[in-house]
Structure formats: structure tokens, C-alpha cells
């Protein structure tokens, strides 16, 4: 009989963090953030986490229609939609309920517990709104928003081709002006997540391309929408727009999230939608990608908060072997040995400083977007953190899960090991962690002449209590300093040991906050106990291993290349 992973949703932890570390409003009233998150968890458990198993063993499959998506995840997906869970944030104009994108991303994080693969199909829809609600036209606003804000249709990212990855600047599809407004879009995208599915009656394709006689690089991409089904005049889904799915990826995990190589204009009959103006693409993608940055980091949060629940659930339940030390020889539950205690509690702990970056950043954003221009500088130094750390977190985190059950951890039947191929790729897309460490040391600690980052210092030593947190803060502001003393090449040596850093730093001042906020009332019983026993590991054990870092950091670059390519191997 197969040993799967329970669900519980985590609303005590993030109703305490959605209050004292991403600052929801107080106007908002506590009432309604509990409606919320009590709702989406009973959706979560209810519909969503049931499906987890399904969409792993099954998947996705291309038949000859198209994607179909493993049973009962229509139906799921539809309550979600009509539920209105994903349009809490949006604006009203277009259906949305306008309330704080923190409170948004707490939805998100639920139901990602639940089923981290099909969360990405509103998750993408999201970034898809950010984007032409920043870069679309009034009219094509009208026309486009609603439908995506209610997820009645969703939205996708199309940047990758097989000959540019990271390298954005080399694709090569092309976008030609036809006379009356549309442009015909040809050319072939890989790695789209959700790039066809049966679960809403269309698909809205952000596309990358180039115009006719457009500048090389990135300079000379334009944006365009690319929708599965052109509109009929009365804004219902029509006729086939030369949209196909080639093949779908065989991965080592989110089964239930296919995967797309798309081919556009196959038979020179795919029309798209310029969105802003010619050769501005790469400005509306990175509303897009940013957007999705943070929501990937969530996504470390989703993997960590499920193997955590597994892990604990199992150890409790499995008994072997006496304590070691106690007068009793009888056999205990695992939890009761001190190397098990010790992974649990770094999975907590760790899990705990996932959340606690990605919920800050979203509140910076709120704040952000109410005017607050230090806020807003806050989340552009906070954006590679908060996507690289979770996410690292994560596969750290599901590796320790299996490690807690032995092995029978390694085994399908059980359940964890999915956790653990799921999270592979967090680290990966929508920027590598090296990439957002390289963004970070390159771009982000010089902005505002070194202010915003000079800023967050102050800020996390004005709280910083423990002694191990506050030698990490200067170390942060130490090599921080050296590194915007050197080449922008020679920072990259030491850019992902400094990232680890500086985030950690991040969580440690969060949760160092958290742990002194937090009253015995809080949430069930346990929930102060938890919480204070994960911080306390958190600053006596994680802190001090992000110091040793130092040396790390602080190395030049020039010692990667003492070896020759061709003595690699």
C-alpha cells in the first residue's frame, strides 16, 4: 500500500508572516485575509492536493487534439477560476478585487503545496497580465484582460529557442508586418511551459520575435500576442490561429506541467498583436519575468512546505531502534533520534526562510506599487534573492525528505521523491541562480550609487539582535563593498557564494523579527513552539554556515580559469 504524503494547509504560519514581514495592510482587515487563505486551503485540499499522485504517475500527453491534461485537473483548474482565486490581485477595471499582491502570492502558495505542477498554469497567467497591463494598449486591454484575470484563459512565455536559451538576443523568430495591424508570426519556441492544455478555451502566447531589418541582440526584439484562437467579432474564441505543439519534454519531474516545443506559422498563418512599441520587447518581458522570478522562488517555498509535512509525518510514525541514552531499550519513533531531529528541523527552518524572503519581497511590491520608490528599489535588490534562495532551499530541502525516510524515501510508492524531481528545476529557468547571482553583483548592489543595498544593511542591523546574525550583516557589507571595488568580470568569481549570503542575511533578520513578535495565542497550540525552535536553529546553525562563505565571495575570478578548457576533461 503505497505511504503518500498528507496535506495540511500552512495558514497559521502564513497569516503571522503575511502580517509582520510582508506588512499587509491593516485597512484590509483581518477578517478578510482569514476568509481568504481559509478558503484557497480548502480548495487546496480539497481539489488540488488529491490530483498530486495522478499528475505525476500520469502526466501530460500530446494526443492528436492537442495536450490532455491527467483526469481531474479541468475540473480543478475551473474551480480555481470561477472561484476567483486568481484575480485577487488584479484591477478592478478588468474583474479583478484589487487587494495586495502579498495576499495574492499567499493563494498561490497554498495551492502550490497542494500541487506544485498545475499552480503553474495561473502562475504563468499572472505574468501574462503584468505584462499588458504594463505594455498593452487601452484596447487591447480591453479585449485581452478580462478573460486572462478570470482565467477563463491563460497565458504563457515564449522566449526560448533551441539555438537561445539564456542567450535571449540570439532568436531567430521572426515577426513581418502584414498592412492591417497584425503581424505574421513564424518560428519555433521551446521549454513553454503550459503551452497547450485542455483546461480553458484559449491560450494567450506572449511571443518573442524580430521585425523585418531589426538591430542584432536584444536591441532588436519586439513583443508580440500570439492567442491559440483568433477572436470572433463578438470576442468568443474562433478559428484556429497556426499554433502547434511539436512534441512535449519527457522530464524528471512536474509531470503534470507539460512542457512545449511551439511552432508558429507552420502554414505562414499565424497572426500576433505587437504589445508596446516596435523593439521594446525585452522591457515588457522583464515585467513578465520578474513577475515570474519571484513566483519561481515561491515555487522553492511549494517543494519545501510539502517535503517538511512528509518528513515530520513519517517520522513520527516510524519506530526503530531505542533512543540513544535512555534507560528504555524499546524501540522509539525516528523523531526521537538526534540526527532525525536535526534534519527536521533544518527542513522547518529552511522552509521558514523560503517563505519569509518571497512574502517580504511581496509586500516591498504592494508597497512598491502604492508609490514607495525606496520599496521599489528594495524589490529590484531583492528579486535574484528571492528567486535563487527559495529555490536552492527547495532542493536542499527534498533531498533531506528523503534522507528522513531511508529507503523508502528512494522509492516512487512513497511519494517524497517526486518533491525532490519536481524542485530540480527551480534553480534552472526563468533565469539560472548563477545568472541572478551574476545580475545581483553586476547591477543590483550598484543601484543608486550603492544606496539600495547600503539601505538593506542598515535596515537588518537597525533589528539584528544575535551575535551570529550580526557578524553575518558585516560580512554582507564587507565583501559586498569589495566586490564594487572590481571589474564587473571579476565580481562573478564569488557571485553565487555572496547571493547565499546576503539572502540568508535576509532570512535570518525576518526570522529573527518573527521569532521575537510571535506570542504563545498565535495559531494552534504548537504554532509559537515551532516557530521559535526553527528560528533558534536557523541563527545558531544556518547563519554561521553562510559566514564560512566569505572566503568564497571574496574569491577572484581569475582563479576559475588557472585551468585550461582542454585539462578538464
Known amino acids: 500500500m503505497p505511504i503518500l504524503p498528507s496535506f495540511v494547509s500552512p495558514t497559521a504560519e502564513q497569516r503571522f508572516i503575511l502580517d509582520h514581514v510582508a506588512g499587509v495592510s491593516p485597512d484590509l482587515g483581518g477578517d478578510v485575509i482569514d476568509a481568504v487563505l481559509e478558503g484557497a486551503g480548502q480548495l487546496a485540499a480539497g481539489s488540488w492536493a488529491p490530483l498530486r499522485r495522478i499528475g505525476d504517475t500520469v502526466g501530460a500527453r500530446l494526443t492528436a487534439d492537442g495536450v490532455t491534461m491527467p483526469e481531474g485537473f479541468a475540473a480543478a483548474y ?63 486591454q480591453a479585449r485581452w484582460l478580462p478573460h486572462l484575470v478570470s482565467h477563463a484563459w491563460t497565458g504563457t512565455m515564449n522566449l526560448t529557442e533551441p539555438q537561445a536559451g539564456s542567450d535571449v538576443g540570439a532568436l531567430r523568430t521572426q515577426a513581418t508586418p502584414r498592412g492591417d495591424g497584425l503581424w505574421a508570426i513564424k518560428g519555433t519556441k521551446i521549454f513553454i511551459s503550459f503551452g497547450d492544455h485542455d483546461m480553458a478555451d484559449n491560450i494567450v502566447h506572449l511571443v518573442l520575435a524580430r521585425t523585418p531589418d531589426a538591430p542584432a541582440g536584444t ?48 502554414n505562414d498563418d499565424c497572426l500576433g498583436e505587437l504589445i508596446g512599441p516596435e523593439h521594446g520587447g525585452m522591457r515588457a518581458m522583464f515585467t513578465m519575468m520578474n513577475n515570474a522570478r519571484l513566483l519561481v522562488g515561491l515555487q522553492g517555498v511549494h517543494v519545501a512546505e510539502g517535503a517538511t509535512q512528509a518528513a515530520v509525518d513519517y517520522a513520527r510514525t516510524r519506530i526503530q531502534s531505542a533512543r540513544a ?76 525528505g528523503i534522507q528522513v525516510h531511508g529507503g523508502m524515501g528512494y522509492v516512487e510508492e512513497t511519494g517524497v521523491a517526486q518533491y525532490y ?137 581569475e582563479t576559475l580559469y588557472e585551468l585550461s578548457a582542454e585539462y578538464f576533461a
Open 325 to 400: 541514552g535512555a534507560e528504555s531499550r524499546a524501540p522509539v519513533a525516528i523523531i526521537d533520534h538526534a540526527d532525525v531531529r536535526r534534519m527536521l528541523l533544518r527542513m522547518r527552518a529552511q522552509t521558514l526562510a523560503a517563505r519569509a524572503i518571497t512574502y517580504y519581497t511581496a509586500g516591498r511590491i504592494d508597497a512598491a506599487n502604492a508609490g514607495d520608490a525606496a520599496a521599489a528599489a528594495r524589490v529590484e535588490l531583492l528579486t535574484p534573492l528571492a528567486k535563487a534562495h527559495p529555490t536552492d532551499i527547495a532542493v536542499e530541502v527534498a533531498s533531506i
Open 78 to 140: 475551473r474551480a480555481f477560476a470561477e472561484g476567483g482565486w486568481g484575480s485577487l490581485h488584479a484591477d478592478e477595471t478588468y474583474g479583478g478585487q484589487g487587494l495586495p499582491f502579498a495576499l495574492q502570492l499567499a493563494v498561490l502558495d497554498v495551492l502550490g503545496v497542494a500541487n506544485t505542477a498545475l499552480v503553474l498554469a495561473p502562475t504563468l497567467t499572472g505574468g501574462a497580465i503584468e505584462a499588458l497591463s504594463h505594455h498593452g494598449s487601452a484596447e487591447q
Open 421 to 557: 524531481r519536481d524542485s530540480r528545476i527551480f534553480p534552472i529557468y526563468e533565469g539560472t541562480n548563477g545568472i541572478q547571482a551574476a545580475d545581483l553583483v553586476s547591477r543590483k548592489l550598484g543601484l543608486g550609487g550603492g544606496s539600495a543595498f547600503a539601505a538593506l544593511i542598515a535596515d537588518m542591523r537597525a533589528e539584528a539582535a544575535h551575535p551570529a546574525l550580526v557578524s553575518l550583516i558585516d560580512e554582507c557589507e564587507r565583501i559586498g563593498g569589495l566586490l564594487a571595488d572590481v571589474a564587473p568580470h571579476d565580481r562573478l568569481g564569488g557571485a553565487t557564494a555572496f547571493q547565499t549570503m546576503l539572502a540568508t542575511a535576509v532570512c535570518g533578520w525576518l526570522i529573527e523579527r518573527l521569532a521575537r513578535t510571535v506570542t504563545d495565542d498565535e495559531g494552534d497550540a504548537g504554532f509559537a513552539k515551532r516557530l521559535r525552535a526553527a528560528a533558534g536553529f536557523y541563527l545558531s546553525r544556518i547563519v554561521p554556515e553562510a559566514s564560512g562563505l566569505a572566503a568564497a565571495a571574496s574569491m577572484p575570478t
Open 219 to 266: 536591441k532588436g526584439i519586439s513583443l508580440f500576442l500570439v492567442p491559440k484562437y483568433r477572436l470572433n467579432a463578438d470576442g468568443t474564441p474562433g478559428a484556429a490561429n497556426d499554433v502547434r505543439v511539436v512534441s512535449i519534454e519527457h522530464k524528471l519531474g512536474l509531470h503534470a506541467s507539460p512542457t512545449c516545443v511551439m511552432s508558429f506559422g507552420d
